[in-house]
């Protein structure tokens, strides 16, 4: 929330979009109105946390499954609401998704959107990937020796064993996967993604943070400046 301080929530539909135990309506500090927040999380049990935490605002469990963090969820489930909305936030979301999976988001999203609407999501990008494979051999998650250096492939899978595959999940994988996308690629494979200024610039302990990127659909916006 500290990047849209200039914005003024009151007037938008706002969704966080895997919004775990709702850590963002949290950090937003009053500023997104209670009655426009919905937060969707694939984990019941941080919807229910969500709710106890702050029973004020709406909570969703979108029992989609998930190879990783919902495995006996329901394929492809789609998630409806009764209002359309002005700003969808995911973040850390797609980074741990397929590209099949980021394609479905985000056609959907756009279902959810008013004319003008905007999503923002993170993704890890193939720079991130030293530091974070250097980040899991600290924490004796891989015995990876080597750091991959040749970035012609689109997409990095490393699971947190330090298995490393190109393209497609590994079939009948059983630990959480991380993935790394080019830019590149990225702004040809979804025409109209922009990355905001400054959104990788930050960085927390020497490790830097996920890059930003906004999709803004087509029309008048409902809500000037986000």
């Given amino acids: 929330a500290s990047r849209l301080d200039a914005f003024d929530w009151t007037r938008a539909n706002v969704l966080d979009y895997g919004c775990n135990v709702g850590n963002f309506y949290l950090d937003a500090a009053g500023r997104i109105p209670a009655n426009r927040h919905i937060g969707v999380d694939i984990l019941e049990a941080s919807i229910a946390l969500a709710r106890q935490r702050h029973p004020d605002t709406r909570w969703i469990w979108l029992n989609r499954y998930h190879p990783s963090y919902n495995k006996h969820g329901v394929p492809d489930l789609a998630l409806e609401l009764d209002v359309k909305l002005d700003l969808i936030v995911a973040y850390s979301v797609f980074s741990h998704s397929d590209l099949d999976e980021l ?10 959107l008013n004319p003008g609407g905007t999503v923002l999501f993170s993704l890890w990008e193939d720079w991130h990937l030293p530091f974070w494979l250097d980040f899991l051999d600290e924490g004796g ?12 492939s689109r997409l990095y899978l490393v699971d947190r064993l330090g298995f490393i595959a190109d393209g497609v999940l590994p079939a009948g994988h059983l630990d959480f996967l991380d993935v790394f996308y080019q830019r590149d690629f990225m ?36 809500v000037a400046g986000i």
């Fill in 103 to 112: 394609r479905a988001a985000l056609r959907s999203f756009e279902q959810l």
């Fill in 141 to 152: 998650a891989t015995a990876r020796d080597e750091h991959p250096t040749d970035w012609t």
């Fill in 187 to 222: 702004l040809r494979e979804f025409p109209g993604l922009t990355i905001p200024k400054g959104s990788a610039a930050a960085a927390t302990n020497g490790f830097p943070l996920q890059t930003i990127y906004a999709w803004r659909k087509p029309g008048v916006e409902r």
